[in-house]
Structure formats: structure tokens, C-alpha cells
């Protein structure tokens, strides 16, 4: 059943999932719909007689009859499994040409699909300064969770694994112990914003946008906003030390937390969210280690 799931995911139905939900960008604490960033990706899936080896990057012999097709010069980027290709387009598309674009190449004899890699973000998070020590949300019988019955009957287990895929972790008293080693799949460098694309280090170096920043250059257009610390707010909420006498009760008390990173500097991508999920889920990636540290359970608070 995991397999057919992800199956259906890497044919990129999780795009029309994500879509689903409003994207906010987090600015002063308000929610406001952000525009989409241009797009200077491509996912392609080949017809099984158009694939090279398993696993191989797209050749350049057939990127060159993709690219006379579409008379753009499509460059091969990388491969993620042996059906999904990452292929670099030689400008910044709008959201509407570039899916223009994808649409005419999935006219294509050798294409089974194509989506634009199109940006995640993080779903909004109020910074009320009360807001992470009320916590009436996990108490409330009527318009919340009413956690203190359920903690009666659990408060979690220490066999299972849940999986946060978001913007990485930092280490926090009340999560000490509890982070078990992920992997951070922000491809672009720029967005990473630490120096190095995928590596093993799944830490949250910050996720800043200057106003010089969204007026031009790399990440023109993306929203004006401080760092977030999205994934270590997430994570605490999850799973922040419980029944300790300082700060704040997490849902679970006892299960390990997996931090899994996938956005950075102006959200992220659908092709590294994908990745991600798999390999939370412990399916394998290329180029990526294999997860021993399977999750039961995943979040994502994202969207785009």
C-alpha cells in the first residue's frame, strides 16, 4: 500500500495536494497570500523506451531532442529516482509559461509527464507572545484537541518515529533528546542558505528575506520576512518535553522526532518535498543515504 501511495506521488499528484491549501507568507505576524516566484525548473518522467540505465541522469542526446521539441535549451540537473528528472530551463519562467511549456512537452513521444518545480512554503505561524504558553488548543473539551484525557490513556511510545519535514531544527532544552539524526534535501544552495545543497545537517541556518533581497537578484519576489525557526516551533509542538516544569507541553512525550529539511530562504521545491517524503517514509533516493530511522508518522506544514 506505502509503495502504490508513493507510486502515485512521484506521478506528482501531490502537486494538486499542495495546491489545495492558501500559501501565507510569514511578515510581522500577518497572513497575507503570496504570489507565486518564477520557475527555473523542470520535473520530466520518461516513457519507460526513452529511459537511460536505471537511476542515470538524463543523456544529453535525449535533453537535445527535448530541448529542439520545445526550442528551449533544457539542461539535465539531476535525477531523483529512476523515473523523475530535474532539468534546468535557461531563464526564470512565470508560473503560466512554464506551465504552457510543460503541457506542450508532455505532447512529446518520449514524455510520460512534466510539472513545473513549482516553490513550497511554510504555512503561517502567529508570533503572539502568549500564543506558546496558553496552549488552550491541546486543553479545550470543545474547540481543541482536549489532550489531558487522552494523555490518561498515552503519552506516546517510544517505538515510534515521527517525521517532520520542514525547515530543520536547532537544538532547544525541550527537545534535547528527542532529535534523531535526518537529512536536509534543499537543493539549491542559495536557498539552503548554509553553504552546501543536500548534506546530512538537517539544521535551520535561517530563512531571512531582505527588502534588497526581493527587489532583485536570486530571490526577486519572494516575501519580505525575519527567519522563522518554522521547523523547531513545529517540532516543539509536537513533541516538546512534557511534565518538566519548564516551558511548554508537547502533544507526544516519548517518540523520537526525525527533522527532515526542505525549504530555506524563500520556501522550497515539489521536487525536493518529494524526495523528502520518500525518504522519510524509507523509500531510497539517489545520492541520499538510506533512512534507518523509518517514520510512522510525517508532517508537513506546507503549501504553495
Request: proline share 5%; glycine share 8%.
Amino acid at each position: 500500500m506505502i509503495s502504490h501511495i508513493f507510486k502515485i506521488i512521484s506521478y506528482f499528484t501531490l502537486a494538486s495536494l499542495i495546491v489545495a491549501f492558501p500559501v501565507f507568507a510569514q511578515q510581522n505576524g500577518s497572513e497575507r497570500m503570496q504570489s507565486v516566484p518564477h520557475i527555473d525548473e523542470l520535473i520530466i518522467v520518461l516513457k519507460s523506451h526513452a529511459r537511460g540505465p536505471k537511476d542515470s541522469i538524463m543523456s544529453n542526446i535525449q535533453a537535445k531532442k527535448l530541448s529542439d521539441f520545445s526550442r528551449m535549451d533544457l539542461k539535465p540537473s539531476r535525477v531523483s529516482d529512476e523515473e523523475r528528472q530535474i532539468v534546468k530551463l535557461p531563464r526564470k519562467l512565470t508560473p503560466a509559461e512554464a506551465e504552457a511549456l510543460a503541457n506542450y512537452l508532455k505532447l512529446n513521444e518520449d514524455v510520460e509527464d512534466v510539472l513545473p518545480n513549482y516553490r513550497i512554503f511554510l504555512q503561517a505561524v502567529p508570533n503572539d507572545t502568549r500564543y506558546a504558553l496558553d496552549q488552550w488548543n491541546l486543553q479545550s473539551t470543545t474547540g481543541g484537541a482536549n489532550l489531558p484525557l487522552a494523555w490518561d490513556v498515552t503519552k506516546g511510545s517510544s517505538n515510534v518515529i515521527v517525521g517532520i519535514i520542514d525547515s530543520g531544527t536547532l537544538p532547544h532544552a525541550d527537545l534535547t533528546g528527542r532529535i534523531l539524526s535526518g537529512y536536509d534535501f534543499v537543493s539549491n544552495i542559495a536557498t539552503a542558505n548554509d553553504g552546501t545543497g543536500r548534506d546530512s545537517i538537517p539544521a535551520d541556518p535561517g530563512d531571512w528575506i531582505t527588502a534588497v533581497e526581493s527587489a532583485s537578484g536570486t530571490f526577486v519576489g519572494c516575501p519580505i520576512t525575519n527567519s522563522t525557526w518554522h521547523g523547531t516551533n513545529v517540532a516543539g509542538i509536537i513533541g516538546a518535553a512534557s511534565n518538566n516544569g519548564a516551558g511548554v507541553a508537547g502533544i507526544n512525550w516519548v517518540s523520537k522526532i526525525l527533522s527532515v529539511r526542505v525549504t530555506g530562504k524563500c520556501g522550497g521545491t515539489v521536487s525536493d518535498l518529494i524526495d523528502a517524503l520518500k525518504w522519510t517514509a524509507g523509500l531510497p533516493i539517489i545520492g541520499v543515504p538510506n533512512n534507518t530511522n523509518i517514520a510512522k508518522v510525517i508532517n508537513t506544514s506546507l503549501g504553495g
